[in-house]
């Protein structure tokens, strides 16, 4: 064999490797293929389908409405059946929307029926399908983050609605506050920041707020911190030195309302038209505003009281004693021996009893002997445990950052 071959062979090789690597260097590259971008409705792919709103009218029931749609009676049963572990006839109301899914084509074959049941919910009927099926169906739901800030002037949900943002977001924030903040007594001068979620579904119809999530609110010279945490799976705001802004009472019994006579030891009685003790809080609001139990406790009383007319008192602990007094009307269920939560509803605000207008006369009663309710102190919940604090300052610092960056200038 010739001895020069094996180096032939191996510039040959050299040859053939450059050769493919010039061809593929100058190959054109392939354009990629368009993807084809389907439109869904309701979790179904409507490219070959028409899409047709109807509203329910006063008079209408499923027998009407598929009636309406052209199936006979006998298939109207059959689609109701099909649908009876979605949709409950009984609750379909005038004003609700159903929608159908139709073929483009001259016979306009209904496909799908849509029954929305709240913004979100769907009961959605599958007609394509043989037995019938039927399935819920959820929009999404998508958050949009929101920042508004402004001076109290007037009032908080007057404020929070001259910077065009949703007033309910005043509630929110004095949910928030409602163990620090006294919110009857907001004072001229006061300030705010708060971010929050705004709740969308198909990115244009507002479904309201979603959450807080950071707020500062500065009350006679005072800046309230709030940072929203997640301790033992409970979602609650704390201050910035990791105490929780939930206490053992409200501020309040009720919500937004004025202040028309406070505890005194001497005050002048609109109808006895003589001076005695009022050892309790005023707060005028109208007829059928609910009252909340400011905490956790048993009812010991319910039942009509000289002066105070209808009267609820709750004992929450060794200590405290609260009562409720001129009520219009008591919650469903309530009574004597119960158990209710911070902020459930009791009553109703009236004007039984001696009173000259519908309002709450609320008391505190601590070891037996009455106190000002808007002194009154109570102890925090549980602070940040010492294994969540890092995880705890990094939330903190990023809210903290985040509204300074959006602070107006």
């Known amino acids: 064999m010739n001895r020069h071959f094996p180096l032939l062979l191996l510039l040959l090789a050299c040859c053939s490797v450059f050769s493919c690597k010039q061809k593929q260097a100058e190959a054109p590259e392939l354009e990629p293929q368009d993807t084809v971008q389907h439109v869904y409705e309701y979790g179904i792919c409507v490219d070959s389908l028409d899409v047709r709103h109807y509203e329910i009218k006063p008079g209408d029931n499923p027998a009407v409405i598929f009636s309406r ?3 006979s009676a006998l298939q109207a049963d059959s689609i109701m059946q099909a649908a009876s572990g979605v949709l409950d006839p009984t609750k379909l109301r005038a004003g609700m929307y159903y929608c159908t899914f139709t073929t483009q084509d001259t016979l306009e074959t209904i496909c799908y029926i849509g ?4 913004l979100t919910d769907y009961a959605v009927i599958d007609l394509t ?4 099926k039927a399935y819920t169906y959820n929009k999404p739901v998508t958050l949009k983050r929101r920042y508004v800030e402004g001076s109290i002037s007037s009032s908080l949900w007057n404020v929070i609605a001259d910077q065009g943002a949703d007033p309910l977001l005043a509630i929110r924030i004095s949910d928030v506050y409602a163990w620090q903040i006294d919110f009857f007594d907001v004072k001229e001068g006061d300030s705010f920041q708060v971010i929050y979620n705004e709740a969308y579904i198909d990115d244009t119809t507002a479904l309201g707020i979603a959450s807080i999530e950071g707020a500062i609110f500065t009350h006679q010279g005072k800046a309230y911190q709030a940072f929203p945490f997640t301790q033992d799976s409970v979602h609650q705001f704390f201050d910035a030195e990791g105490n929780s802004l939930r206490k053992a009472f409200l501020k309040a019994p009720l919500d937004y309302y004025r202040i028309t006579s406070r505890f005194s030891n001497a005050r002048f009685h609109p109808i006895l038209k003589r001076y005695r003790a009022h050892h309790g809080v005023d707060y005028a609001a109208p007829t059928g505003t609910p009252v909340k139990t400011i905490g956790d406790g048993t009812v010991i009383f319910k039942g009509w009281t000289n002066g105070g007319g209808n009267t609820v008192k709750i004992k929450h ?10 009520l219009s009307r008591y919650a469903k269920g309530l009574q004597v021996g119960k158990h209710v939560s911070q902020g459930d509803e009791i009553a109703y605000v009236g004007s039984t009893g001696l009173s000259t207008g519908p309002h709450l006369d609320f008391r505190v009663y601590k070891n037996g002997e009455a106190i000002n309710p808007l002194d009154m102190e109570a102890p925090p919940s549980e602070p940040i445990r010492p294994e969540l604090r890092d995880s705890f300052e990094v939330v903190k610092q990023q809210i903290l950052m985040e509204l300074d960056s959006l602070k107006l200038k």
């Open 317 to 326: 602990n060794s200590v405290y004693t609260t009562s409720y007094m001129h």
């Open 69 to 71: 749609l052209g199936f």
């Open 129 to 132: 399908k043989r037995p019938i």
């Open 115 to 118: 029954f929305a049941k709240t």
